[in-house]
């Protein structure tokens, strides 16, 4: 992950792919995409049994903050 001081700073980036437009976004927004389940609960005993319905919490958390094109979703 690269933070960067705006958008502008993003697409001036000598690597910025186009393709990948839909995932700049504030640090808030991936904090709060990474501070769920899916990723906190990695080290409980019971989180393969339960990863489903992490990344059911994940994709959840990713339409709220409209996320749900192609980038976001497993095919």
């Known amino acids: 992950m690269n933070l960067f ?6 697409r001036n980036w000598s690597h910025y792919d186009s393709a990948s437009a ?3 976004m504030p ?3 991936w ?6 389940n899916l990723c906190r609960n990695r ?3 019971d989180y393969v049994s ?3 319905e992490y990344a059911s919490e994940l994709l959840l958390s990713l339409k709220k903050l409209g996320k749900e094109g192609r980038f ?3 095919e």
């Open 5 to 10: 001081r705006s958008e502008e700073h993003v």
């Open 22 to 24: 839909e995932s700049v």
């Open 27 to 29: 640090l808030s927004d």
């Open 31 to 36: 904090a709060s995409v990474f501070g769920g």
């Open 43 to 45: 080290l409980q005993p």
């Open 50 to 52: 339960r990863v489903n």
């Open 72 to 74: 976001w979703t497993p």
